[in-house]
């Protein structure tokens, strides 16, 4: 066996490879109240919202505070959300 390979077992055995979807997933469940997290905070992709049945509050903060809301957690990376209907048609086109 070479450097570079290794036995089954010790494949089995290692720390799992998670994304950070799934690491949001596992531990991100700590999230607060739409009007308790500053507005950078708020992520809404985090998976513990929909599965709280928590999710149309955080929705409705942002489209009426910052309805185009560049969220740059490193949770989640580095993406726009768009909340309003109309602003979705004009960036869809």
């Known amino acids: 066996m070479t450097d570079t390979q290794i ?5 089995l055995a290692r ?3 998670r ?4 690491e949001q997933a596992i531990f991100g469940g700590d999230v607060g109240e739409a009007a308790d997290l500053p507005l ?3 992520n809404p992709l985090n998976p513990h919202l929909f599965r709280e049945h928590r999710w149309q509050d955080h929705f409705a903060r942002l489209r009426r ?3 185009v809301h560049l969220n740059e957690l490193g ?3 580095r993406y726009w959300n768009v909340t309003r209907y109309d602003d ?4 869809d086109g």
């Not at 994304?19 to 799934?22: I, K």
């Not at 979705?88 to 960036?91: G, Q």
Request: net charge negative.
């Open 15 to 17: 720390k799992p490879v």
């Open 88 to 91: 979705v048609r004009a960036v």
């Open 75 to 77: 949770s989640a990376g």
């Open 40 to 42: 950078d905070e708020i």
């Open 7 to 11: 036995d089954r077992e010790t494949w």
């Open 19 to 22: 994304s950070p979807e799934m």
């Open 65 to 67: 505070e910052d309805p």
